[in-house]
């Protein structure tokens, strides 16, 4: 059964700075791909970014530039690296895995469907 567990949300300012993480049991990154979602109250869940078993990632178009998925393999962490926050990153981030049989094409890895467990959550705030 895997287990996944956020942690870094907080609150911050804009332009600031926030590392989250997600760390667990269950999974590890040969056969599970990772990935990043966030829901704003009020409003649907939406993918962050993701990153495949062999290492590829894929970001909405709004944190590009900003955001950085990353595993720590040795670790089984995964981060989710953001800077250059703004009001409309606010939200409930979750992270999320799904088993690898393949690596999927890019715009597959910011689809729930591909993804099979997920955590509870961690909250961001960035005010202006």
């Known amino acids: 059964q895997v287990q996944l567990v956020e942690s870094g949300g907080g609150s911050v300012q804009t332009g600031g700075s926030l590392r989250l993480s997600c760390a667990g049991s269950?999974?590890?990154?040969?056969?599970?791909?990772m990935g990043w979602f966030r829901q704003a109250p009020g409003k649907e869940r939406e993918a962050v970014a993701g990153?495949?078993?062999?290492?590829?990632?894929s970001y909405t178009d709004s944190v590009k530039g900003r955001f950085t998925i990353y595993q720590d393999n040795a670790e089984n962490i995964l981060y989710l690296e953001m800077h250059s926050l703004k009001p409309d990153d606010t939200g409930l981030y979750f992270c999320?895995?799904?088993?690898?049989?393949?690596?999927?094409?890019?715009?597959?890895?910011?689809?729930?469907?591909?993804?099979?467990?997920w955590g509870q959550g961690t909250q961001v705030t960035v005010s202006s």
């Open positions: 999320a895995a799904g088993p690898a049989p393949a690596v999927p094409p890019q715009w597959l890895l910011l689809s729930e469907a591909l993804y099979s467990y």
């Open positions: 990153i495949a078993s062999d290492g590829t990632t």
């Open positions: 269950g999974w590890n990154y040969k056969s599970y791909h």
